[in-house]
């Protein structure tokens, strides 16, 4: 009878495993990365676009500067994350090892704290001793990683996914309002790049609230207000210092 109930319990574990793979928690790592690198893409590159064009009449100075911030802008993306991330990778390697000695050296000390993280989630005292032991049989590191630690599968650290998502949403980003130096009139440049900048970015913040099932109108408005903030600032810098780089 235990036997079949614990088979039953397998197998259910086994399809959570699967269900958990819809959850939005689970986007979590390549999601604020590409997030990340889209909103900077368009920020940056736009901000940069707009500043050069208060002070410039001088289609090629805008092209020429928007490209070298668009390209200089992804490569510093894609590193910065691969090297932050991986900084947190070392973080957690060095944590789990930690946990590794600690479960050989003093083992009852490392059950009896399971147990009372257990009973401080709202299981009896003596129901949480029962799960700790068995998770310890079954995998005591695994078991003291994740509950412990708080380190599982969708929110660890993956460095190559984050630097490779950032850099390329940050290309993706930062194409939109170089393609507006591109193609669009001279004359009032850098109203024409708020006003496209500002539609990217709404667009972003409806796709990345979707994709995370959050709620639109809050990310739209955070996104766009921030925008304008800082475009608003790169311009009047522009405007200030009235370098001509033509």
């Known amino acids: 009878m235990n036997s079949t109930k614990?088979?039953?319990?397998?197998?259910?574990?086994?399809?959570?495993?699967?269900?958990?793979?819809?959850?939005?928690?689970?986007?979590s790592n390549w999601l604020r990365a590409a997030v990340l690198g889209a909103n900077d893409g368009i920020l940056s590159t736009a901000s940069l676009?707009?500043?050069?064009?208060?002070?410039?009449?001088?289609?090629?100075?805008?092209?020429?500067?928007?490209?070298?911030?668009?390209?200089?802008?992804?490569?510093?993306?894609?590193?910065?994350?691969?090297?932050?991330?991986?900084s947190q990778t070392d973080l957690e390697k060095a944590d789990i090892e930690r946990e590794r000695i600690e479960l050989e050296e003093t083992p009852?000390?490392?059950?009896?704290?399971?147990?009372?993280?257990?009973?401080?989630?709202?299981?009896?005292k003596e129901t949480a001793m029962i799960v700790a032991l068995e998770l310890t049989e079954k995998d005591a590191l695994r078991a003291h990683v994740r509950d412990e630690l708080g380190i599982?599968?969708?929110?660890?650290?993956?460095?190559?996914?984050?630097?490779?998502a950032s850099g390329a949403s940050f290309t993706v980003g930062g194409m939109l309002p170089f393609l507006v130096t591109l193609f669009l009139s001279l004359e009032g440049m850098e109203y024409s790049l708020y006003a496209f900048a500002i539609f990217f970015l709404i667009l972003l913040g409806a796709l990345s609230a979707r994709a995370g099932g959050s709620s639109i109108w809050k990310a739209v408005v955070r996104i766009t207000f921030w925008g304008t903030v800082a475009m608003g600032l790169t311009a009047f810098v522009g405007y200030l210092f009235n370098v001509n780089v033509g």
Do not use: C, W
């Not at 614990?6 to 269900?19: A, P």
């Not at 208060?54 to 590193?79: F, K, N, P, Q, Y």
């Not at 599982?152 to 490779?164: D, G, L, R, V, Y």
């Open 49 to 86: 676009a707009i500043g050069v064009a208060a002070a410039s009449d001088s289609r090629e100075a805008i092209v020429l500067a928007t490209l070298a911030g668009l390209v200089a802008g992804a490569l510093s993306m894609a590193a910065g994350e691969y090297v932050s991330v991986s």
């Open 6 to 27: 614990l088979d039953v319990m397998d197998d259910k574990s086994v399809n959570l495993d699967t269900y958990l793979d819809n959850h939005f928690i689970n986007r």
């Open 108 to 124: 009852e000390q490392e059950l009896q704290f399971l147990a009372e993280i257990y009973e401080g989630r709202g299981l009896k």
């Open 152 to 164: 599982n599968e969708s929110n660890k650290a993956k460095p190559i996914q984050a630097a490779f």
